[in-house]
């Protein structure tokens, strides 16, 4: 299975400010996503990171708000834009490799993000 | 829009004890569905995939079915330990590779 890092794995900014999370995985995948756990909550899928393309993003998130990059096959960032308090969540990355595994998803151990 | 529950959202047994998890969804038009674990403070523990082909898929004392017609899916863990604290989450998967989440279901093995 694929193993994934992610840097910071927690971080303190103050509103106004932006952070970039980064995804590092072990081996070339096909996909990654990024998905969001507000406190309490579950997790929202926030967008596909597509290598070489714009990131596909879910309805109600947008690309100033959360621009993705993708450059190659193992690594994506997340960028959390003009940060307000409602924010304040776990940010988690997960790729699908498609071969052997039958398509199941690994996440990464996430990054947990507060907004003062 | 497709709408994950799991019931029930928490549960407390005593140590050996089965443990009987459930996750219903709304569109049966699913391509597989995942299990996970997710511990306090860590990420997600990938338990189980069953193809929408599958009616039930067993790992170790982990077993997990799939009624896809009628939406739904049960997680059965056999002889539950402390270890086995957890929430638990499932997740049907759209063709295109999103996996919607449930709420999850906290449980606590006590000693």
């Known amino acids: 299975s694929a193993v994934i890092s992610q840097k910071p794995s927690r971080d303190i900014c103050q509103r106004g400010t932006s952070l970039t999370i980064q995804c590092q995985v072990d081996?070339?995948?096909?996909?990654m996503f990024w998905y969001r756990q507000q406190p309490g909550q579950s997790l929202t899928l926030i967008a596909t990171?597509?290598?070489?393309?714009?990131?596909?993003?879910e309805s109600g998130f947008v690309i100033d708000k959360f621009p993705i990059s993708r450059p190659n096959l193992t690594f994506s960032t997340l960028t959390v834009s003009n940060m307000s308090p409602e924010d304040s969540s776990i940010y988690l990355c997960?790729?699908?490799?498609?071969?052997?595994?039958?398509?199941?998803?690994?996440f990464g151990p996430g990054t947990r993000l507060l907004v003062l | 829009k497709q709408e994950v529950t799991q019931i029930p959202a928490a549960l407390s047994v005593p140590e050996g004890e089965n443990l009987v998890l459930n996750c219903s969804f709304t569109?049966?038009?699913?391509?597989?569905l995942q299990w996970f674990r997710q511990d306090p403070g860590k990420g997600l523990t990938s338990l189980l995939l069953?193809?929408?082909?599958?009616r039930e898929q067993t790992s170790g004392r982990l077993n997990a079915s799939l009624d896809k017609s009628s939406g739904r899916s049960t997680l059965y863990i056999a002889a539950s330990q402390p270890g086995d604290s957890a929430t638990y989450l499932c997740a049907p998967r759209e063709s295109w590779g999103k996996l919607q989440f449930g709420a999850g279901t906290q449980v606590v093995v006590t000693p």
């Open positions: 569109d049966s038009a699913i391509y597989n």
């Open positions: 990171a597509n290598q070489g393309s714009e990131a596909t993003y």
């Open positions: 081996s070339q995948v096909t996909m």
């Open positions: 997960s790729v699908e490799d498609g071969a052997g595994d039958w398509e199941t998803q690994y």
């Open positions: 069953i193809q929408s082909s599958q």
